[in-house]
């Protein structure tokens, strides 16, 4: 890891996979970003340079405050929407990882009065109430629909409020969760949710959401056992790194 203090170097090769987990899932692309807060100094996050996540490696993480800012790093070489990361982690302390991603399958959602909301239970973090929409142009007019200040970054964080995810008007979406393990299997799925969402509207059929009892006993879950750890296994199978249980 590049210009960091952080002893942790295991949450550095996680976040590594974590990258190229969503890169194999299609949750990100070319563009998107994850990223953990510092177990060492909980006002810092890291973060990889921008760079594709496809091909982050160890030595793209880089500690950033909550500003956005590197030390010793130009603007330009970072991701220019890390004020989202920042914002969330800046004003939810319970938060451990955040994911931004331009998913196409949400962006239905961000454009039109369809409610997103759970409909199958591995989706079940997204929660049973529809998911809150961002519409940028509300406090900022007309943009180029981009996060590149704090000031853009707390507006977002405000109407994520205490949910684990919020869309962002013809854009894609920003996910908080407790731990990295939550929040990839969230943001692994909401694509999927979307999908089998719009597929049954479009056969019009009536919808049945997950309910908020069904949501709150997902929600108990504990990652740690075998169950949990086994979505890891087939993840680094697929990529071929090794599996280290117990980890996220």
């Known amino acids: 890891m590049s210009n960091s203090h952080s002893s942790n170097a295991r949450i550095v090769r996680e976040l590594v996979l974590a990258n190229h987990i969503l890169a194999f899932e299609n949750v990100l692309d070319a563009y998107g970003h994850v990223s953990v807060r510092n177990p060492d100094n909980p006002a810092t996050f890291l ?13 793209d993480i880089f500690i950033h405050d909550l500003a956005g ?27 451990a990882a955040v994911i931004h991603s331009h998913a196409d399958d949400v962006l ?11 409909v199958f239970h591995a989706a079940s973090s997204i929660g049973a109430k529809p998911v809150p929409v961002w519409d940028i142009r509300k406090e900022f007019g007309d943009t180029n629909l981009l996060v590149e200040s704090v ?34 299997k969230m943001a692994a799925a909401l694509p999927r949710n979307a999908r089998i969402l719009l597929d049954t509207l479009h056969a019009g059929g009536e919808v049945v959401p997950m309910s908020e009892g069904e949501v709150a006993l997902r929600d108990q879950t504990d990652l740690s056992l075998p169950a949990g750890q086994r979505q890891w296994e087939y993840w680094c199978r697929k990529l071929g790194v090794a599996f280290e249980p117990g980890g996220f």
Do not use: W
């Open 47 to 59: 973060m990889s340079r921008s760079r594709s996540p496809e091909i982050v490696d160890p030595d």
């Open 69 to 95: 800012n590197v030390e010793g790093m130009a603007a330009k070489e970072l991701y220019r929407e890390r004020f989202i990361h920042a914002a969330i982690y800046e004003a939810r302390s319970e938060v």
């Open 108 to 118: 239905p959602f961000s454009i039109s009065k369809l409610p997103l909301q759970a």
């Open 151 to 184: 000031d853009q970054g707390r507006s977002l964080t405000r109407s994520l409020a205490d949910r684990s995810m919020v869309l962002m008007r013809g854009h894609g979406f920003a996910a908080a969760g407790s731990s990295l393990i939550y929040l990839l």
